[in-house]
């Protein structure tokens, strides 16, 4: 009687592990669907400090009327990446998707361009920590900007290739101007 219990107990809790695995495999699979792979990247955007640097800046750069290229932007972004900008409420922390989709139909209504006016690194073996004074404008003609800040970038080097870690951001404004040390390209 007691092993017919026992054999009972087990079976239970081998169904109760084979249904969380069938669970648990449902839902990455879920998840994979909301969270589109990653692309390849063009080697030339991930070679150098340098290059996925510039990359960053022209994929999300562009003219009223362009769509991005976001299966690029997403190249560059290693698996869990962020992007957190900061305001007066607060940071709002994002995924790579969820950047796209707060910016793609603005860019392309407004149009965007952001250009490097200054950067600071440190590295450490494979990582570097980035501080990136941008100027953004709404066409690359623009006399004057409609803003600046700094980018605090993160990047990795790993599988021979340079890969976005997070982008955290803070606008300039007149009490907090961007510190000229930040506005000399290293």
Do not use: C
Not at 5 to 18: G, Q, Y
Not at 52 to 58: F, K
Not at 66 to 77: I, M, Q, V
Not at 141 to 168: C, K, M
């Amino acid at each position: 009687m007691l092993a017919k219990v026992i054999s009972n107990k087990l079976k239970t809790i081998v169904l109760a592990f084979v249904f969380a695995i069938g669970v648990s495999t449902t839902a990455t699979a879920g998840e994979a669907e909301a969270a589109p792979a990653a692309p390849a990247a063009d080697p030339a955007d991930v070679e150098s400090i340098d290059a996925i640097m510039a990359a960053v800046y022209d994929v999300i750069s562009g003219p009223a009327g362009e769509a991005r290229d976001w299966d690029r932007f997403r190249s560059l972004f290693i698996d869990g990446a962020r992007l957190i900008p900061v305001s007066p409420d607060g940071a709002t922390v994002l995924s790579t998707e969820d950047f796209i989709e707060r910016v793609k139909d603005n860019f392309v209504d407004d149009g965007f361009v952001e250009i490097e006016i200054g950067r600071k690194a440190e590295r450490y073996g494979d990582i570097v920590h980035l501080f990136s004074a941008y100027e953004g404008r709404r066409k690359a003609d623009d006399a004057e900007p409609f803003l600046r800040g700094i980018n605090s970038f993160q990047l990795l080097h790993h599988d021979n290739r340079w890969w976005v870690v997070t982008i955290y951001w803070q606008p300039e404004n007149e009490d907090r101007p961007i510190p000229e040390e930040y506005l000399k390209q290293e």
